[in-house]
């Protein structure tokens, strides 16, 4: 209950028998300790407990009270009273003994000791026993420390202390043999009490609690910026802000270094916490050999190259394939275009350069890698989707590194190591950030423009000088990572296991795909260029398949929309649009001859194999098929005139049946037969044919 003239609690309490309870319990409380525990918990300190009589009982209850006893428990300082079980525990067994003793250990210091201060503390230390011993020694003491003052101050009495501390009076010198006794020669005595222990700020609960709300958010607000709305709200009467500012930021300051893993995670979200503060997990690279595991993932280069397609120059992404027991890398593209194929490529560069394939493949599946490759179009692929199966039929298992977690690829150092040593170096240098631009790119710079013209390189410079910078530079570096080892040579002398070997040709579907074309009779037209082969006129207008190197476009691999080889054609020269303006040339003729010739071979071989098959058409269907029987009546055109003709003239009935005897009159000479005589001699007319003939003639 308060005191109704105060309004304060009894300091103190009283049982209602009138036993003290302080005077029972050991427990002491009073005003300036509550003071200082709310001091301490708006400061969002720990105040630690400790019990203080384990004799004394737990509860205190009244008799005297008119309603039920009440147990008053007293603070967490105390702890609760077990009654005794009915069943009996199990015994413990030495584990669990040992176990109980470690947790019940007090692995709290007693004394803190600043180490940063010992060599402070040690000089007190010898001054004071110095000073001892000569007092212990001495007749007069005062005379002694006349003496010990005077070379003290001169710099001959433990002279790195006069350096430390300056001069100093006999008083001072008195005090601090005095303090040192007075602490059992505790040498740490003698240091400064801003130095032996943290002094808090006098910082209200209400001001940190202001600032930690203003500091501990995503737009990263500095602590003076912070310190300063703080004080506009004061000034306003929104909040009391007693501190000063210097004792605002140094607060700031402190939170921020003491409390470094809340600090991080506010402002710079769980990323940041991950890769700072988080342990990350130690591996043993000792245990990797040559070819087990490969990582991929893409760099975008800080200096421009030249287009093949375009011409104009652009920042490109390099897939580079990295070997991770020598840390030497093993194949690489250039990718100017947003396609999936260019890391097939690389990988396919990877293997011909080792010679065989690896185990396990590492690769990147998040928008940060898919995101260098694929820019506006990232989140449309899907790199298990579109490398799945390529590996497996290979024999290679895939895995997929967690997104944005760096740490995991060991690729990520290799490029900051390639950015300093190579990308700074090539004249066309963009800058790894835009704060790390060159002069050469800033606004209305023209001396440095002028002075260093920045020429971007070709595509295949780059790739040699690349290649030269691999090779001969990083390649025969020590490498800490491998234990002070070169990577090209710890690569380059591994052996090639036998059943990780693979063919040339069998890596040739891990060559760029272009899309269907439709085959013409002047070949495929690819980045500006025609290619041809004679195997593909018996393609002409079908869609086709190519698979192409970007590092080498003198030849494409064609295959039909069932990934069948169909050739390997050639990059077709331009010949002169009028070759008689240059008839000296004997070698622009020779060229356009033989490409002549090679038409007109090609027309005839054209010719004689299409009468071949025409002529062998026509003769197998003349054996094997039966001639058709003709018809006797076609009704679909003939049938009976409408109109009857008219009746004819003697002279031209004669005429007409003269016609038709006449043609039935044999070519080849007949022999006549024998014909029947009458008895008279007269010739005797069949009845029969003499009837036909009236009735042929139209007499009946």
């Known amino acids: 209950m308060r005191d109704k003239n105060t309004g304060d609690y009894p300091l103190v309490p009283h049982a209602d028998d009138g036993v003290n309870i302080y005077e029972k319990y050991s427990f002491k409380i009073s005003k300036e300790d509550y003071l200082r525990l709310a001091e301490l918990l708006r400061s969002e300190a720990k105040p630690a407990f400790s019990l203080l009589n384990e004799a004394a009982p737990k509860t205190v209850s009244s008799a005297n009270k008119t309603g039920p006893p009440v147990s008053e428990t007293a603070l967490p300082v105390f702890k609760e009273e077990k009654t005794e079980s009915l069943i009996e525990a199990p015994p413990e067994t030495e584990d669990e003994a040992l176990l109980g003793e470690l947790r019940t250990l007090n692995l709290e210091v007693e004394a803190k000791e600043l180490l940063s201060c010992m060599a402070e503390a040690q000089l007190y230390a010898r001054f004071c026993e110095t000073v001892l011993e000569m007092l212990e020694e001495a007749d007069s003491k005062a005379h002694t420390w006349e003496t010990i003052q005077s070379s003290y101050n001169q710099r001959q009495f433990v002279p790195e202390l006069y350096d430390l501390k300056g001069k100093r009076s006999l008083r001072s010198l008195k005090n601090w043999v005095d303090a040192y006794l007075e602490s059992g020669r505790d040498m740490f005595a003698l240091i400064h009490k801003a130095k032996r222990e943290l002094k808090g700020r006098k910082v209200s609960f209400e001001e940190q609690s202001f600032l930690k709300k203003i500091l501990l958010t995503p737009q990263k607000v500095k602590i003076y910026t912070a310190v300063n709305i703080l004080k506009a709200y004061a000034r306003l009467g929104s909040l009391a802000s007693p501190s000063s500012v210097p004792t605002l930021v140094r607060w700031c300051k402190d939170y921020e270094r003491d409390n470094k893993a809340i600090w991080t995670q506010a402002r710079l979200g769980s990323k940041a916490v991950a890769e700072t503060i988080v342990k990350t997990i130690s591996r043993d690279n000792g245990l990797l050999n040559v070819g087990d595991v490969w990582v991929a993932d893409g760099h975008t280069l800080a200096f421009d190259i030249i287009n093949p397609k375009t011409g104009k120059p652009q920042r490109m992404t390099m897939i580079m394939v990295l070997d991770w027991a020598s840390r030497c890398p093993v194949g690489a593209s250039l990718a100017y275009t947003e396609d999936s194929q260019h890391i097939q490529i690389a990988f396919r560069n990877a293997f011909l350069n080792w010679g065989a394939v690896p185990k396990y493949v590492y690769l990147d599946n998040g928008r940060a890698f898919k995101s260098k490759l694929f820019h506006e179009q990232w989140s449309e692929h899907d790199l298990a989707s579109d490398l799945a199966g390529i590996f497996p039929r290979l024999g290679i298992k895939a895995a997929f590194a967690e997104s944005y977690n760096a740490k995991a690829k060991i690729i990520e150092r290799f490029f900051k190591t390639f950015q300093e040593q190579f990308e700074r170096f090539i004249s066309s240098f963009r800058g790894a950030s835009v704060a ?53 040579e710890v690569f380059s002398r591994a052996l090639v296991p036998e059943e990780r070997k693979v063919e040339p040709r069998r890596l040739n579907f891990l060559m760029m795909s272009a899309a269907r074309k439709t085959l013409r009779n002047n070949g495929i037209t690819l980045n500006k260029l025609m290619y041809w082969d004679t195997a593909l006129m018996e393609h002409i207008g079908k869609e086709v398949v190519i698979r192409y190197d970007l590092a080498d476009l003198r030849w494409i691999a064609v295959y ?141």
């Open 436 to 488: 790390d631009k060159p002069a050469t790119l800033m606004r209305n710079e023209k001396w440095a423009r002028k002075m260093f013209e920045g020429k971007p390189p070709t595509l295949q410079e780059a790739m040699q000088m690349i290649g030269f910078y691999i090779r001969h530079i990083y390649g025969m570096n020590e490498h800490r990572g491998i234990g002070g080892k070169r990577p090209y």
């Open 560 to 700: 039909d929309i069932y990934d069948n080889f169909i050739c390997q054609a050639e990059v077709r020269k331009a010949q002169d649009p009028f070759i008689h303006l240059d008839p000296d040339n004997p070698i622009s003729h020779s060229e356009l001859n033989k490409e002549y010739k090679a038409i007109k071979r090609h027309q005839r071989q054209i010719a004689t194999r299409t009468k071949q098959v025409i002529k062998s058409s026509q003769e197998a269907v003349e054996r094997l098929m039966k001639p058709l029987p003709a018809l006797e009546d076609n009704p679909l055109f003939e049938h009976a005139p409408t109109l009857s003709p008219p009746k004819r003239e003697a002279e031209e009935l004669m005429q007409h049946l003269e016609q038709q005897v006449i043609k039935q009159i044999p070519d080849e000479p007949v022999k006549p037969e024998p014909v029947p005589l009458a008895v008279n001699g007269e010739i005797k007319p069949k009845e029969k044919n003499f009837k036909e003939m009236l009735e042929f003639i139209g007499i009946n």
